[in-house]
């Protein structure tokens, strides 16, 4: 199996990236990043990682589109957060946040990817995706985000069966791999009715929907639900 992985360089996704690479099943990883993805040798499974660089999350240039060729599947975790999202003016979030992964998800598609594609989407816990319903707090990112999800639904149900989307929306992510990172699961205990997911359940999560031969369990899928899935996933390992 062919993985793509978005903002290679970030977070979530190096976590994604680190268990991928243990995973017999997934072959090859496309580590997509706007700057070289760095692992040593042995983290990189002797040549199952290849970095690609990127100027731009909404633009791919030719030689970029080809390294997407025969891609099973696309986990795309390129975002910026509600709470950095008010240092940006909000066109260039939307850029980040809804065109450049609709942007990336044609460029994958026209690439000729293998069939069926998966493409699985991060988004957020409390989007809105009912253009009726405009959420009090932050109201013009969480529709901005909701209409990202129905676009990146839209485009794989236009092309169905052969192109599967799965938005997955997880609250707080936790680590207690260092300092900095814990303090989010400090945040998390002190915000009341905080949902939150471990980085580790969460990259295992995501995996586990790539790799099942059945396809996404669902359209979307709930911080509950993503606890759940991951959570099982890290036990059988």
């Known amino acids: 199996m062919k993985l793509i992985v978005t903002g290679a360089t970030g977070y979530v996704a190096t976590e994604v990236i680190k268990q991928a690479l243990r995973m017999p099943a997934i072959t090859s990883i496309v580590a997509l990043a706007r700057r070289p993805v760095k692992f040593d040798q042995e983290e990189a499974g002797q040549g199952k990682l290849k970095s690609v660089v990127v100027k731009e999350y909404d633009h791919y240039p030719e030689e970029v589109k080809a390294e997407f060729a025969g891609a099973n599947a696309c986990i795309w975790t390129v975002a910026i957060t509600p709470a950095k999202s008010k240092m940006y003016d909000f ?97 998390a205990k002190i915000i009341p009715m905080a949902s939150t997911v471990s980085l580790e359940q969460m990259a295992a999560a995501c995996l586990q929907q790539i790799v099942n031969e059945k396809g996404f369990e669902k359209d979307t899928l709930s911080n509950a639900e993503l606890v759940e899935i991951g959570s099982a996933a890290l036990e059988k390992k």
């Open 91 to 187: 066109k260039e979030v939307k850029r980040i946040c809804q065109d450049s992964p609709i942007a990336g998800f044609k460029a994958m598609i026209e690439a000729g990817p293998a069939k069926p594609f998966k493409f699985l989407y991060f988004s957020g816990d409390g989007i809105e995706r009912d253009r009726k319903t405009t959420p009090m707090l932050m109201g013009d990112y969480l529709m901005m985000r909701g209409e990202a999800e129905s676009q990146v639904l839209a485009i794989a149900s236009s092309h169905s069966p052969d192109t599967q989307a799965c938005v997955v929306r997880p609250g707080i992510i936790s680590s207690t791999q260092s300092i900095g990172k814990s303090l989010l699961s400090f945040a």
